[in-house]
T-cell receptor, first 111, second 114 residues
Framework: DTAVSQTPKYLVTQMGNDKSIKCEQN?????MYWYKQDSKKFLKIMFS???????INETVPNRFSPKSPDKAHLNLHINSLELGDSAVYFC??????????FGSGTQLSVL | DQQVKQNSPSLSVQEGRISILNCDYT??????FLWYKKYPAEGPTFLIS?????DKNEDGRFTVFLNKSAKHLSLHIVPSQPGDSAVYFC?????????????FGKGTKLSVKP
């Protein structure tokens, strides 16, 4: 039974399209995150939600919009996809903000 | 501006020997330091952490050492096993709780040869 699951695992799409990545955690954690791992392999935080409220919003284009319908879900919607958005996106959750539990990642390829 | 640096992109070690992974940081305000392990096509998994008020934390084969004056931490794996082959990320955080975020290094790929 996967603790943090995100779908899809692979996403290949054309420039200009709109796409969503879904994330669900069954650990009962209050805090959820989206991280991006770019081609240089850096893992950078994009957003953090605590109990459905936005806590952290790093410098991310406003084409990226997180949505948290409840504290077990944090979805990521991306509008007008660009080539530079190609990366691996990781969802994570945490009980106390230190130990993060990550999903297996979504590899996004924008053509 | 990289606040957490892992200057060795890769490390190769013989099975049974010690693996030492290094990490440097620039922000003296960090309160917690963590190591994560990542296998291909999987998300990172938490390995071990240390608070800035300590200089050592041990968990089985894994020990993390913190040298605050040098702004340096290291992860020791003894003895190394082939299953330890993975990418290891160092991470740091200022403050506890949900405020603030984990800042990750670029990772070091460890290969343990049988």
């Amino acid at each position: 039974d996967t603790a943090v699951s995100q779908t899809p695992k692979y996403l290949v799409t054309q420039m200009g399209n709109d796409k969503s990545i879904k994330c669900e955690q069954n650990l009962g954690h209050d805090t959820m995150y989206w991280y991006k791992q770019d081609s240089k392999k850096f893992l950078k935080i994009m957003f953090s939600y605590n109990n459905k409220e936005l806590i952290i919003n790093e410098t991310v284009p406003n084409r990226f919009s997180p949505k948290s319908p409840d504290k077990a879900h944090l979805n990521l919607h991306i509008n007008s996809l660009e080539l530079g958005d190609s990366a691996v996106y990781f969802c994570a959750s945490s009980p106390y903000g230190l130990e993060l539990f990550f999903g297996s990642g979504t590899q996004l390829s924008v053509l | 501006d990289q606040q957490v640096k892992q200057n060795s992109p890769s490390l190769s070690v013989q099975e049974g020997r010690i693996s030492i992974l290094n990490c440097d940081y620039t922000n003296s305000m960090f309160d917690y330091f963590l190591w994560y392990k990542k296998y291909p096509a999987e998300g990172p998994t938490f390995l071990i952490s240390i608070s800035s008020i300590k200089d050592k934390n041990e968990d089985g084969r894994f020990t993390v050492f913190l040298n605050k004056s040098a702004k340096h931490l290291s992860l020791h794996i003894v003895p190394s096993q082939p299953g330890d082959s993975a990418v290891y990320f160092c991470a740091a955080k200022r403050g506890g709780g949900s405020q603030g975020n984990l800042i990750f290094g670029k990772g070091t790929k460890l290969s343990v040869k049988p």
